[in-house]
């Protein structure tokens, strides 16, 4: 028979589940919800309906719809950031820079046009007068952090004579645009979040490659 410290411990790892899973289901209704209403036609007590919980549970976990609205993005956009930044720190160890740029630029473009990352891009956008810091979080938690670390890489590429650049941070912000300006602009402007066929993806991220490899590369590899 389990002792009485084996069955709190087991309570105590339920009751732990119970709360993930919970958590889960408040966050997963928040994102429909945020993503169907926009942020001010959103409310907490959809949520709550959503989740199939109290809102007083909502509220236990979360101190308003701000700090709600920002774990959404948060969470969604390291996910979708995790990848590219490590391929992109991986570059400065290339042996084939043109192949492993053109990688780099695929995973950039695959993960930057998921629906969900798009749709929550042009929410963002949307609320970035009233809450800036929103538009900090994305902007830091996926755009600056793949450019810094493409920077890291291109400086290392620098001193290794594979590329020719003065300003790391500029030629990794350029690469950045180069893959993604034209599918992104449309997916924004145009409310487009059905994702383009992987080929047509493929063909926008190597032809920046190219235009990248054009200015910043090594004669032997532009």
């Not at 046009?113 to 938690?141: D, K, S, T, W």
């Not at 066929?197 to 990248?212: I, K, M, N, Q, T």
């Amino acid at each position: 028979m389990p002792s009485s410290a084996a069955r709190r411990s087991a309570g105590d790892a339920n009751e732990a589940t119970r709360s993930a899973r919970k958590r889960a289901a408040i966050l997963d209704a928040a994102a429909t919800a945020f993503l169907r209403n926009g942020y001010r036609g959103t409310s907490m007590d959809e949520i709550a309906a959503l989740a199939r919980v109290s809102k007083q549970t909502v509220y236990k976990r979360f101190a308003d719809k701000e700090s709600l609205f920002s774990e959404i993005v948060a969470t969604a956009v390291d996910q979708a950031a995790e990848r590219v930044h490590a391929a992109a720190l991986s570059l400065q160890d290339t042996g084939d820079i043109e192949s492993d740029l053109r990688d780099v630029g695929r995973e950039l473009l695959a993960q930057a046009m998921q629906p969900r990352i798009l749709q929550l891009r042009r929410l963002v956008i949307g609320e970035a007068g009233r809450f800036p810091e929103l538009g900090r979080l994305f902007y830091n938690q996926g755009p600056r952090r793949t450019i810094t670390a493409l920077a890291t890489s291109f400086d290392r590429l620098a001193a290794r004579g594979a590329l020719r650049l003065d300003d790391p941070q500029l030629a990794a912000a350029h690469f950045n645009w180069l893959v993604m300006s034209i599918p992104l602009n449309q997916a924004m402007l145009l409310g487009e979040d059905e994702p383009l066929p992987s080929a047509e993806l493929d063909r926008y991220a190597d032809a920046g490659v190219r235009a990248f490899l054009a200015a910043y590369g090594h004669p032997r590899t532009a």
